[in-house]
Structure formats: C-alpha cells, structure tokens
C-alpha cells in the first residue's frame, strides 16, 4: 500500500494534519476565561468590555467565573493596595495553569499617581505580569489589543515541549515573565511524572 | 446668628462648673467651640450629651503641629443636635508624641470607629476604649501613617505582605517535603 497524502481525498474532508503545539495554543488563546478583579474604575471599564458594545465574546474571553478555580487569565484592573495584595496572591496561586496575568490601568502597572505608603508600586512585584495596559483607565480598544496581544503570545508557547521536559519554571526562562523583586514564587518546580503505564489506569 | 447664640447660651450653661466661660468660643467658621484639657474632656462630653441635649458626634480627628511641638496633636469633636438642629465643636490639646485622652465611646458607641481610625493614622491613644485595633492598616503595621514625620512612599511598606509570603512558601516546602518522604 503506497503512502497516502493526509491532505488529499479521501481524509481531507475528515481530519487535517498539524502540529500539536499549534492546536493546543490555539485553543487556549481563543478560550481565554478572565478572573475579573475590579480593584477601582478599570472595573468598572471592565464591565463595559463583556458588555454588548465591545463585546469581548468575539475575542472568546467573555467567561468570566469570578473563581479563580475556572479561570486562566487575572486580570488586575485597578489599585492593588498592600492589604489587598494576599489576596490577589492567593487569587493567583489558585488558578490552574496554564495562566496569564494582565495588569490593567497605570496604577496596577505602576502605582500610578498612588505613590503612597499603602499602594503596591506595580503588581509585578508580587506577580509574574504577561501584559500592560496604559491609561486611567484605559479604554477598551486598549484592553480589547493586549488581549489579542496576549493571544499573539500565547501563539508562541510550548506546551507539549514543556510536558515532555518539565513545567519550566516561567520566572527565570527569559519569557518576560520575571518579577521585578527578587524573591519569587515557584510552585511548580518538580518535573511532572508522565505516565509510566497507559493513560487513565495510572491516573485511578 | 440667633441659633448660634442659643448654641452658645446653651453649652455654657451646660458646662458651668466644668470648664472656664473663657473657654467656649467661636471658631472662624461660626461654629460654637469648646476647649477642652485632657483631663476634663470625657465631663465636657457628657455634659454636651445630657444637659446640652446634643445626640450625635459626627466627628474625631486629629492635626499634627509637627514632631518637637510640645502640644504636638490637637484632637476635635464635633457633635451634632437633631433637636436644635446645631452643632458644636471640642478643641483638645495635648502633650507629647503619645498622647492619651479618655474614651467616649461609653456616651456615644459609634465613636468607636472615629477613634480606631484615629488611634491608627494619627498615634493617638483612647484610654478605656473596649476595642481599639488598627481600622485602616493591617494588623503589625508598624506606623501612624499621617504623622508629619511620616515618609510619604513608607517605611519598608511590603513587610507585612513578605513575611506572609515567606511564611507560606515555607509551609509548601515543608508540605511537599513530607510528601516526599512519605
């Protein structure tokens, strides 16, 4: 039997070939399900963004679970105060991977104009950020870009290499990921174990 | 002004043998003012509450004059009467970077928040107050944050939040250690 063409007939109109990885990130950036944490008035931006005139559902990220067991991209909008910041910490540490943090407004990038003994100077000193948003607030074509932004980013990634080899640690492989601080969190540093038998009996 | 001279005849005749006639004022804003010392304040309240018929103190707050001053904390009251429809305001000035006065949350329960809120950005103690915690800053914040001598970005302002970190990546490690192990 010579070999056959995936592309061509008869398969061609049942299955197509590709990449894994390619598969795999395209479902994830087109599923996107925010965490909505509306600190102050970029929340109240935010809301304007599922609503039905930005519609945020064209972009697949208008699921917002509001826990963040369901969710994979925290979006920080607004002034994270040191109080507050546990908070957001354990927020973030429960979300599942794969995740993506957005911070939204200058004043969760930055601070802002709060440059005050109570207000966190950037959410990047407690979390790992994957994209800014400027403004005050910032208006929904802004945040509307850096989600397909991220989407472009996320287009980028490696999940299969990075089962194979290991959860990598994202604040120190140069993926931009980093904390400004130096004391970082790394839950995941273990190599996963991959399955030694077929899938589904290891895992009862 | 015939309602702020009633204010005044009033609260003097409520105060009589509690404090000096030379003491009841007015402000720059019209406003009826009492000055009051440390030691008579918590009578000066009680008096306004029972005999001057004022119901409900809608404020305490404190200015800062600057570390070295010696009367460096100035305190105010303010209390207002539903019946007469007036208000009157306290004036106390008190000594040192510590300063104490007694409690008037036994008058007026609600000043309880008003003075946690001042014991917490101003330093300003409430002697016989039933539960004066932090309202504002986290429980171990080290400061009084709207002191003059107080830096505006703070001193060390994420320590709190690191301990707890620290505290809690400690408690993963240890986990997942004995997982480990098991």
């Known amino acids: 039997m010579g070999s056959v063409g995936l592309n061509e007939a008869p398969f061609s109109e049942s299955f197509t070939a590709t990449r894994l990885d390619w598969v795999v990130n395209w479902a994830r950036k087109n599923s996107l399900w925010p965490m909505p944490l509306g600190l102050s008035c970029c929340g109240i931006e935010l809301m304007a963004m599922f609503g039905p005139k930005f519609d945020l559902a064209r972009f697949g990220a208008e699921a917002a679970r509001f826990t963040p067991r369901q969710c994979d991209l925290l ?130 | 002004m015939t309602s702020d001279m009633n204010t005044a005849v009033r609260v003097t005749a409520s105060l009589d043998g509690i404090v000096d006639a030379a003491a009841i004022g007015t402000d720059h804003d019209g406003m009826v003012r009492v000055t009051a010392t440390p030691a008579d304040l918590h009578a000066v309240c009680a008096a306004l509450k029972g005999a001057a018929g004022f119901e409900a103190n809608t404020l305490v707050t404190a200015r800062d004059h600057g570390a070295g001053e010696a009367q460096r904390f100035e305190l105010f009251y303010q ?79 994420d320590r709190l939040y690191r301990q707890w970190d620290e505290a809690r990546r400690a408690e993963f490690e240890a986990s997942e250690a004995a997982k480990g192990a098991h």
């Not at chain 1, 910032?138 to 290991?166: F, H, M, N, Y």
């Not at chain 2, 001042?118 to 986290?138: E, I, K, S, T």
């Not at chain 2, 009084?144 to 970005?153: S, V, Y």
């Open chain 2, 79 to 157: 209390f207002l009467s539903y019946e007469h429809a007036d208000r009157v305001r306290v004036r106390v000035m008190t000594e040192g970077d510590d300063p104490e006065v007694d409690t008037i949350t036994d008058l007026w329960p609600g000043t309880s928040f008003s003075e946690r809120e001042c014991w917490d950005l101003m330093g300003v103690r409430f002697g016989g107050h039933p539960d004066l915690r932090r309202l504002m800053m986290p429980e171990g914040f080290d400061h009084h944050p709207l002191r003059k001598d107080f830096p505006h970005i703070g001193i060390e302002p």
């Open chain 1, 75 to 204: 979006v920080v909008a607004g002034t994270l105060t040191w109080k507050m910041a546990q908070a957001v910490r354990l927020v973030y540490d429960q979300m599942p991977e794969p995740k993506w943090v957005m911070s939204m407004g200058v004043c969760a990038s930055t601070g802002g104009m709060y440059d005050t003994y109570s207000v966190v100077q950037g959410i990047d000193t407690i979390l790992p950020v994957d994209v800014y948003v400027p403004g005050c607030p910032p208006r929904p074509d802004a945040v509307i870009d850096s989600i397909i932004k991220l989407q472009t980013r996320i287009q980028r990634e490696t999940p299969i290499k990075d089962l194979v080899e290991g959860i990598p640690d994202y604040h120190d492989t140069g993926t931009g990921r980093e904390l400004r601080q130096p004391n970082r969190v790394v839950m995941h540093k273990k190599k996963p174990q991959l399955p030694t038998s077929p899938i589904g009996e290891d895992s009862k």
